[in-house]
């Protein structure tokens, strides 16, 4: 840019101005070399905007484009505004841009300065048409960022509200097994101890009571690893969720890791008991043989068959094994009212439990 000083150091001349290079050519009128003095100005000022311009740009338009890419709300968030900012700069540089073409355009007309200044002209040309090539270019990428921006904002959005509505989902199934778990975890050391007293009574049917309703929490096992594969799930389809729900995740594999430690100790339990074996009879006071307390798993075939829910499966072994065949009717059908059973017709109830097949034998021995 040496010969933009010579634009601006013939201002001060008196016209007409000589072109001391070739005094032979024709004279440069005052306006002329003012305007190309302002012209060299204003390409200067460009140049320093655009000096400006280019690491800010390189920065926020990096840093939303890896926000854009990371779906992160926060970096989009960071960058977005900055990149904004940037954009208004630029915006003030292509309108000063505009002003050198609208001047460079008013000197290529006049043909004593196109001939006495040709190559500094060129120079500013292609200074302000690269410029203003690239700034048009980072303009238009700026907008489309903009657009990118935004659509990425929806879709975490979305995203986030996906992930909020399975967790709560995930939430309440695991809150409702937990529930069951708790009653175990009451319910045990009692069973255990009206075990252990029924055998010291040689009571055969409290102790047999107590081991099944033990036995019959057993199957929970399958309930906790099928949970924890719910768990499991949810976090591979939500890898990017936020500290507040990793940690309500934890929270629920943490009630899961109690849940299987509740229930390894009732199958311990269950084990012990199951070695004090049958109650010895005193031959001399040998009790009538008693009917066979219903095993939990076919009391479980029996819940399932009226519509119980599990943790109830002992108030039906109790009726089963305690109640005579024709009295099954009537407390089926208060059972039913208490529980709030879909249907509470105790005959009814009675037709559906005839379709396991253990009652149905035995209804058939009976008969």
Avoid: C
């Avoid at 070399?33 to 302002?38: G, H, M, R, Y």
């Avoid at 657009?147 to 695991?174: H, I, M, P, R």
């Avoid at 199951?274 to 066979?292: R, S, W």
């Amino acid at each position: 840019m040496g010969e933009l000083s010579l634009a601006t150091a013939h201002v001060h001349h008196s016209p007409p101005f000589l072109n001391p290079e070739n005094p032979m050519s024709p004279p440069i009128s005052r306006e002329i070399a003012q305007t190309l003095s302002d012209t060299v100005k204003m390409v200067k000022d460009v140049e320093a905007q655009d000096a400006k311009i280019q690491p800010q740009y390189k920065k926020m338009s990096g840093g939303l484009k890896a926000g854009i890419d990371n779906a992160s709300e926060e970096e989009i968030s960071l960058y977005r505004p900055q990149l904004a900012k940037v954009g208004k700069l630029i915006d003030t540089a292509l309108s000063t841009i505009q002003g050198a073409i609208g001047l460079l355009s008013q000197l290529r007309k006049d043909e004593a300065l196109m001939e006495a200044k040709f190559d500094q002209i060129e120079k500013l040309v292609k200074s302000v048409a690269a410029k203003r090539k690239k700034l048009a270019e980072q303009s238009a990428e700026a907008r489309k960022l903009e657009a990118d921006a935004e659509d990425a904002l929806t879709a975490a959005q979305k995203g986030a509200q996906s992930a909020e509505a399975d967790l709560s989902a995930l939430q309440a199934q695991v809150a409702s097994f937990m529930e069951t778990i708790n009653f175990m975890e009451t319910a045990m050391p009692k069973l255990e101890a009206a075990a252990k007293k029924a055998y010291d009574k040689k009571d055969q049917k409290a102790l047999t009571d107590a081991r099944s309703k033990l036995i019959d929490f057993l199957p929970f096992k399958t309930g906790v690893t099928g949970m924890r594969m719910r768990v499991e799930k949810y976090k591979k389809a939500y890898p990017d969720i936020g500290r507040d729900q990793r940690n309500e995740v934890q929270y629920l594999l943490d009630d899961l890791l109690r849940a299987e430690g509740i229930l390894e100790e009732a199958d311990k339990k269950v084990k012990e008991l199951m070695k004090l074996g049958q109650v010895k009879k005193e031959e001399k006071a040998a009790p009538p043989p008693k009917k066979t307390p219903m095993p939990g798993s076919e009391v479980a075939k029996a819940g399932k068959a009226i519509g119980l829910d599990p943790k109830d499966n002992p108030k039906l072994a109790k009726i089963l094994n305690d109640e005579p065949r024709h009295k099954w009717a009537e407390a089926l059908g208060k059972l039913a009212t208490t529980l709030k059973l879909k249907e509470t017709d105790g005959k009814k109830l009675v037709l559906l439990l005839n379709k396991v097949d253990s009652i149905r034998k035995a209804q058939l021995i009976d008969l």
